[in-house]
Each structure stands twice: as structure tokens, then as C-alpha cells.
């Protein structure tokens, strides 16, 4: 097995020149030296075939033992110097100061088809910041990472990808609720690939601490292989707040379209490329539920719930345009750019929300349209995904009487259909009679309306009890339910009648089972 390393960020940016693990405080550098922690039996439980062809890999490389020492860290690759990369944050709101790769090693850096593509393990050992932690992950949330990280990628949604899920067939001790009651679980690793894992964070850091000379190093950087159309100097780095603050954005939209809640948006959980990144206590919601959160650590507060995930985008980003005011000399041109930001929200929320509705363009009224769908869709608790994708069979002549037949094309969708009477199912009439009369007024027929809707409503997501039900059955030696769901969730816009028993409401076991409504930050 042969990588095409290509080591860029370890050769172009100043390291910290202590080369142990040691936990630490590390100034005047982008990143630390590390060495991974040698697991006592890695062994592969599933890689992503398509993944490993774009760093320059064959299934002959996958089967390999190889394959499984390198990207479990039991083996560094020739040629390659890990390390751990710094960087700080806000965390739920509050400044963090040093956080860095905790237990998040880069193996190396290679160039593949003219890419270049950064390897990342998580969950390989300790780091210099790892603080009290030992750098470890466990088989529950490198799972539901992998299968995640592919899921949103063939979704369509701007993210890491994930090369491969191996056991390190150690035990690893996890207080999964954080309730007192720590219990070993296996110990596994995620190969995370991307562009680079350059954070918001990594820029925070540096200005800070008054770094300001290496925080233009890294901006021209970043510039430089990310952004090479954007000329360095005081409008370049301009520029680039604005294509990341554009990227973010067209994420945010994504993540609202198919129901995704990231969990927890820190400022060193959001990548300068408009990638989801850190799988963490994320979610899809089930009923829908603007004020949903699927973490345990915001149960309180709902600081990352689903609808106030644009308004924590923007404050992420003026998080970033702070750290950039030393380089620009002058706040007013970034905070025009998230003033930008303000204003195109609306207006792709409005087209994303169109498209749902297998609409057009939106057009004067439909803001209302939106709005009170939204509202009703509040009113009882409706799954978001069955009922989006079961609306595409609604139609010009769908017939609005006066029983409750008419919500027969969307009535898989409601968990609690005894609620659907009274005031609730007049408001759901008036609704669909407005809805009707607006697709008599579009211009697609029925046929090539109901071919977009399927094509931005998917009919299968990564809901939290199926990779729940994958990792019951990996932990007890099974691992056919991850190429299941891997298989099932590459196509995820696609009818797949073989796998219809997918397409169906959280079951009532899953409802307040641990690892299917909430979750921790504990991996």
C-alpha cells in the first residue's frame, strides 16, 4: 500500500518545537509534533471504497493488513510525521482560549489527481492538548461518524468525508451520560479526509494572543492553496471571510433542507471551507421541532437547537471576522460581509423552502406559505423527512373535502394522528387549499414537480435509533448492519423499495432510549 503523501502544512507553517505528547501550552505555532498511540489489535470493520480511490487507494489496499495499522496509527507511513494542530474557540458561547486536536491526529497530507487531501485520525491518543482527556474514541461515536460523514456527502450537504471505522481492540472508559457511571466500551478510529482541517479557531487563537505575524502566515496560507483566485493583502483577506462566510452559509441551508442538527456549533466545530466537521451529539429531527437539540449538554440552554442554527452561523462568523480585524486594519468591510450574510439568508431560505414545495421561484405570499406550513407542522408532532417526501404526491387536482381524506398522501408522517381534529385539522385545510391553488399557478407539471421535490427531500436519513441499532450490533460482532446502512444512505434520494422498512417513523422504543433522542458529547 502506497500513499502520495504530499506534506504541505508541517513544511510551510512554523511547528512547536517540543516533539512530545506532552499536555501543554503551545505559542507561536500552527501545529505540535505528535506520535500515535499503537493499538492491540486493529481490525477493520468497514472502509469507504470511493473514499479511499480519491487518495489514490484500491479495494486490494483496503483488504490489506496495511490498511488497518496505518489508519488505526498502529503504523506511521513512510515518508509521513504526524501531528496535532493548534487552535482555540468559543465553546457554547464563552471563550475557551487553547483547545487544539485532542484526540485528532493528522497522519500526512498526499496529492492525488491533482487534489490534495489532509488524513485525519480521531480517537489515536493523547495530543499536547488533550487536556485531561486521553485522546481516545470509542466504537459508539467513530460510527456514527463514518456512516454520518457519508451520509451527508451523498446528501449533497458540504462535509468530511470518512476513509474508514477500525476497532483497537482496546477498552476505553466512558461516562456516556455524564451521570457517574463510567463503563469501558471499545475503543475504535475514524480516518477523516478533507481539504485541510483549518478552523475558524485557527485563526481565534492566534489573534488572541497578539500572534499577529502568524496569524498572516496562516491566512496567506489558507489563501494561497484554498483560495489561490484571491490576491493576499487587506481586500484579500477581506475576500476570504466573504467565500467562507458564502460557504458557511450554503451549509447552513443544506443542514436546515434535510433536518440535520449539528449539536455543538463551536467556533473550533466550523471549518473555513463550509464543511461539516466535527460528528459529534448531532441528530435528524424526527418530529419537527425548531427548538430541538439532540445534546444532552445543551438540554437547558437549546443554544444549538435546529432553528437558531443560522443565527449561530452568523455569530460563529463574526467570531472569525474579530480574529481577521489585524490583518484588514479596519472592522467595517467583514462586518459589511456578514451584514451580507443577513440579507441572503432569507432569500435562499425562501428558495430552499420553494424547492421542497416543488415550486418555482418563490414568488410575493409565499413567505406566509412557509410560515404557517411551519407552524403546523409544529402543532403536532410530524416527521419532518416522510412528510416533505410524501407531499411530492400532491398535486393540481388533489381534492380538499370536507372529511379528513385529504391528508391521506402525508399521513404516515404523524406520530399522534388523534390530535388531527378541531382547530388543528381546519388549519391543516386551509393550509393544503392554499398550497393547491399556489401549484395550479406554478409551471412544472405534477409528474416533473414530484421528480424535483424527490430530488431535494430524501427519502432516507441517518436517523439517531438506526446508527443506534448499528452499533448494538458492531459492539456484539456484527457489523452487516453498517454496510446496510452505509449501501442504503449513498443513494438517499432514491425510492429503494428493497429497503422500505427505512423509510418509517422512529419506533417508540427509540423515544427516550439513550443514543436515539439525546446524546452526549462523550466519544
Same mark, same amino acid.
Given at each position: 500500500?502506497?500513499?502520495?503523501?504530499?506534506?504541505?502544512?508541517?513544511?510551510?507553517?512554523?511547528?512547536?518545537?517540543?516533539?512530545?505528547?506532552?499536555?501543554?501550552?503551545?505559542?507561536?505555532?500552527?501545529?505540535?509534533?505528535?506520535?500515535?498511540?499503537?493499538p492491540s489489535k486493529p481490525q477493520l470493520l468497514h472502509a469507504a471504497p470511493d473514499v479511499a480511490a480519491m487518495i489514490g487507494l484500491n479495494a486490494d489496499d483496503i483488504q490489506s493488513e496495511m490498511f488497518a495499522r496505518v489508519f488505526s496509527g498502529a503504523v506511521v507511513p513512510d515518508g509521513a510525521d504526524p501531528y496535532a494542530m493548534c487552535y482555540g474557540g468559543h465553546q457554547f458561547g464563552s471563550w475557551a482560549g487553547q483547545l487544539g486536536d485532542g484526540r485528532a491526529?493528522?497522519?500526512?497530507?498526499?496529492?492525488?489527481?491533482?487534489?490534495?487531501?489532509?488524513?485525519?485520525?480521531?480517537?489515536?491518543?493523547?495530543?499536547?492538548? =488533550?487536556?485531561?482527556?486521553? %485522546?481516545?474514541?470509542?466504537?459508539?461515536? !467513530?460510527?456514527? *461518524? $463514518?456512516?454520518?460523514?457519508?451520509?451527508?456527502?451523498?446528501?449533497?450537504?458540504?462535509?468530511?468525508?470518512?476513509?474508514?471505522?477500525?476497532?483497537?481492540?482496546?477498552?476505553?472508559?466512558?461516562?456516556?451520560?455524564?451521570?457517574?457511571?463510567?463503563?469501558?466500551?471499545?475503543?475504535?478510529?475514524?480516518?477523516?479526509?478533507?481539504? =485541510?482541517?483549518?478552523?475558524? %479557531?485557527?485563526?481565534?487563537?492566534?489573534? !488572541?494572543?497578539? *500572534? $499577529?505575524?502568524?496569524?498572516?502566515?496562516?491566512?496567506?496560507?489558507?489563501?494561497?492553496?484554498?483560495?489561490?483566485?484571491?490576491?493576499?493583502?487587506?481586500?484579500?483577506?477581506?475576500?476570504?471571510?466573504?467565500?467562507v462566510t458564502q460557504r458557511t452559509l450554503a451549509m447552513i441551508i443544506d443542514w436546515q433542507r434535510v433536518g440535520f442538527v449539528h449539536g455543538v456549533m463551536n467556533t473550533d466545530n466550523m471549518s473555513i471551507h463550509g464543511a461539516t466537521i466535527d460528528y459529534g451529539p448531532y441528530g435528524w429531527?424526527?418530529?419537527?421541532?425548531?427548538?430541538?437539540?439532540?445534546?444532552?449538554?445543551?438540554?437547558?440552554?437549546?443554544?444549538?437547537?435546529?432553528?437558531?442554527?443560522?443565527?449561530?452561523?452568523?455569530?460563529?462568523?463574526?467570531?472569525?471576522?474579530s480574529a481577521l480585524v489585524p490583518l484588514v486594519g479596519d472592522a467595517e468591510p467583514l462586518r459589511e460581509v456578514l451584514a451580507e450574510f443577513q440579507t441572503a439568508f432569507p432569500v435562499q431560505y425562501a428558495a430552499m423552502m420553494a424547492a421542497k414545495l416543488?415550486?418555482?421561484?418563490?414568488i410575493d405570499g409565499d413567505e406566509t406559505l412557509f410560515e404557517d406550513l411551519e407552524q403546523l407542522l409544529h402543532l403536532t408532532e410530524t416527521d419532518m423527512t416522510i412528510f416533505f417526501r410524501r407531499l411530492a404526491s400532491v398535486g393540481r387536482e388533489h381534492a380538499i373535502g370536507e372529511g379528513i381524506d385529504f391528508l391521506e398522501p402525508i399521513a404516515d408522517a404523524f406520530y399522534a394522528p388523534a390530535e388531527l381534529s378541531g382547530e388543528v385539522l381546519e388549519r391543516w385545510r386551509s393550509w393544503f387549499t392554499a398550497y393547491v391553488q399556489r401549484?395550479?399557478?406554478?409551471?412544472?407539471?405534477?409528474?416533473?414537480?414530484?421528480?424535483?421535490?424527490?430530488?431535494?427531500?430524501?427519502?432516507?436519513?441517518?436517523?439517531?435509533?438506526?446508527?443506534?441499532?448499528?452499533?448494538?450490533?458492531?459492539?456484539?460482532?456484527?457489523?452487516?448492519?453498517?454496510?446496510?446502512?452505509?449501501?442504503?444512505?449513498?443513494?438517499?434520494?432514491?425510492?429503494?423499495?428493497?429497503?422500505?422498512?427505512?423509510?418509517?417513523?422512529?419506533?417508540?422504543?427509540?423515544?427516550?432510549?439513550?443514543?436515539?433522542?439525546?446524546?452526549?458529547?462523550?466519544s
Open positions: 500500500m502506497h500513499l502520495p503523501i504530499d506534506d504541505r502544512f508541517i513544511h510551510e507553517l512554523p511547528a512547536d518545537p517540543d516533539r512530545s505528547n506532552r499536555r501543554r501550552q503551545v505559542h507561536q505555532a500552527a501545529f505540535s509534533y505528535v506520535t500515535p498511540r499503537v491526529i493528522n497522519i500526512a497530507e498526499v496529492k492525488h489527481d491533482d487534489r490534495h487531501w489532509m488524513l485525519q485520525l480521531k480517537g489515536a491518543g493523547e495530543t499536547p492538548y =488533550s487536556r485531561t482527556a486521553d %485522546g481516545l474514541a470509542v466504537l459508539r461515536s !467513530s460510527l456514527r *461518524e $463514518h456512516l454520518c460523514s457519508e451520509a451527508m456527502y451523498h446528501l449533497g450537504v458540504a462535509t468530511t468525508r470518512s476513509l474508514s471505522l477500525i476497532t483497537t481492540g482496546d477498552a476505553v472508559l466512558r461516562d456516556v451520560m455524564y451521570d457517574g457511571h463510567p463503563e469501558y466500551e471499545p475503543g475504535a478510529v475514524v480516518c477523516r479526509v478533507a481539504p =485541510s482541517f483549518i478552523r475558524f %479557531g485557527s485563526f481565534q487563537i492566534l489573534a !488572541s494572543r497578539g *500572534e $499577529h505575524d502568524l496569524l498572516r502566515q496562516l491566512a496567506d496560507y489558507t489563501i494561497q492553496h484554498y483560495f489561490p483566485e484571491i490576491a493576499t493583502g487587506e481586500a484579500g483577506y477581506v475576500e476570504f471571510f466573504r467565500q429531527l424526527e418530529g419537527y421541532d425548531h427548538a430541538w437539540t439532540p445534546n444532552t449538554t445543551d438540554r437547558q440552554q437549546r443554544r444549538y437547537r435546529y432553528g437558531n442554527q443560522p443565527q449561530i452561523a452568523l455569530w460563529n462568523l463574526a467570531q472569525l471576522a416543488g415550486l418555482d421561484e418563490p401549484l395550479q399557478a406554478s409551471e412544472p407539471s405534477d409528474a416533473d414537480r414530484a421528480r424535483r421535490m424527490n430530488g431535494v427531500n430524501p427519502k432516507y436519513v441517518l436517523r439517531n435509533y438506526m446508527a443506534q441499532m448499528a452499533i448494538d450490533k458492531a459492539t456484539a460482532g456484527d457489523v452487516s448492519l453498517i454496510h446496510e446502512l452505509y449501501e442504503l444512505l449513498k443513494t438517499p434520494y432514491a425510492e429503494q423499495p428493497e429497503h422500505e422498512n427505512w423509510f418509517a417513523k422512529r419506533p417508540d422504543w427509540a423515544r427516550d432510549k439513550v443514543g436515539c433522542s439525546m446524546l452526549s458529547c462523550s
